[in-house]
């Protein structure tokens, strides 16, 4: 049969060990399965077997016969995995009595089909091989998906990676549970929502579906149509961007995903934070996306007027999170132009507006006219800088001389 195959071949071209270290009733189980059938390539191994008895001693001679790595999930469970250079293999103790039983105790039934290796032999108690070739997403049981909330999230992900749908009942049910949501662990929604937001073009649209089906409100209350078109218009961005920039440049995926997401978020960077914080994101994210909010405004307002001095002080605050904001502002309307001038500069290492080099330092000041170390120092060099963007100098000599005149005038 075409799925034998397939399995064979997965199996062939990957498993880091011999079929012959798993005893003759280990099952290949969930995602591998389904992704081989799909004919769809992964670019990490990631394997899981189900045994019914021994799965934490096969995976310890495995790693020991192999010498890779060990560790022990979930004692309690059974569950070990086994780290080899191309990946990992997990090997799990069978849930209930039976293999069936457990697959019936997964999420969906595109996941909930076995393949043992021994016996070239495909389980699939629930339908699931169907359910694959109607590109559909049907859940195992309305009580598997509430005991893991975890799971009615994880469906919308799954249908835009696979680019599949969801069966009408499962999504009735989901809608229904959608409550559940709010109660799951940050950091497993924060996954979720990160492959969602990742996921091209197809993300942008399950998003949007899992909003209007009450998924994103525990988390992120302040979404609205209007922030979820503006996501769809960050990828059209993502896009436009590189054209409007005389040098070459490649925006990061992160960049990508952390516009977006501010566009889930208040508009008030403080809101923002908390949201972003009770999502448990990290530091560096947390200031990416509320340095972005910050300074919208300022181009919403002025984008097209800005003054050397002001070009200078804001690239000065936007540092390098100026990408994920370009996208942002292009996203909510800022005139395309305004952004390309700014964008020039950025990506333009030797622009001295976007990435200033000083002619004097401060013990230069110290040194020459004889100051004290203080905060005159650093009003005066930032005088400095943007007298020389705006053309007003050129040389350390030059410098050094309107330092002078600026001591002798009032504002200092």
């Not at 022990?72 to 191309?86: C, G, H, M, N, P």
């Not at 005991?147 to 999504?171: G, K, S, V």
């Not at 961005?237 to 054209?243: E, F, G, M, V, Y």
């Not at 690239?315 to 990408?323: E, R, W, Y």
């Amino acid at each position: 049969m075409f799925w034998q195959k397939k399995l064979a071949l997965l199996l062939g071209n990957h498993l880091p060990f011999s079929i012959d270290c798993l005893p003759p009733t280990a099952c290949l189980v969930g995602g591998a399965v389904r992704d081989a059938l799909l004919d769809r390539q992964r670019d990490y191994l990631d394997l899981d077997f189900v045994l019914p008895e021994l799965a934490v001693e096969v995976a310890r001679k495995i790693a020991e016969c192999y010498r890779a790595g060990f560790v022990v999930l979930d004692e309690r469970r059974r569950i070990a995995r086994v780290v080899f250079k191309q990946g990992t293999v997990d090997f799990a103790q069978q849930e209930g009595d039976s293999l069936e039983t457990d697959l019936r105790r997964r999420d969906f039934t595109i996941n909930a089909i076995a393949y043992n290796p021994h016996r070239q032999e495909l389980i699939d108690p629930l339908g699931g091989l169907v359910d694959l070739e109607q590109r559909k997403l049907r859940m195992v049981s309305p009580g598997n998906l509430k005991d893991d909330p975890l799971r009615l999230l994880r469906a919308y992900r799954q249908a835009a990676q696979l680019n599949f749908t969801i069966e009408a009942t499962t999504r009735a049910t989901i809608r229904q549970l959608a409550p559940l949501l709010g109660t799951i662990a940050a950091e497993r929604v924060q996954n979720e929502l990160g492959h969602l937001l990742v996921a091209h073009p197809r993300g942008n649209i399950w998003l949007a579906t899992a909003w209007e089906d009450g998924l994103l409100k525990p988390w992120l209350k302040n979404t609205t149509a209007e922030k979820l078109q503006q996501v769809e218009r960050i990828e059209r961005s993502a896009d436009i961007l590189p054209d409007l920039v005389n040098k070459p440049f490649s925006l990061s995926p992160e960049t990508i995903e952390m516009a977006k997401l501010a566009c889930l978020l208040a508009s008030n960077p403080q809101e923002a934070e908390m949201e972003l914080v009770k999502l448990k994101y990290s530091r560096a994210h947390i200031r990416t996306i509320t340095t972005a909010l910050k300074y919208l405004p300022q181009l919403q307002q002025n984008a097209t007027s800005m003054s050397l001095r002001e070009q200078y002080f804001f690239f000065l605050g936007v540092g390098d999170v100026f990408p994920t904001l370009a996208l942002l502002a292009m996203a909510v309307g800022v005139d395309r132009d305004a952004i390309a001038m700014l964008a020039n500069r950025y990506f333009d290492k030797s622009d001295p507006v976007a990435h200033p080099k000083p002619l004097v330092k401060g013990h230069d000041l110290i040194k020459h006219l004889c100051l004290a170390s203080g905060p005159k120092i650093g009003k005066l060099l930032t005088e400095l800088q943007i007298a020389y963007i705006e053309g007003k100098i050129s040389t350390a000599g030059e410098a050094l001389h309107l330092a002078k005149i600026l001591l002798q005038s009032n504002n200092f």
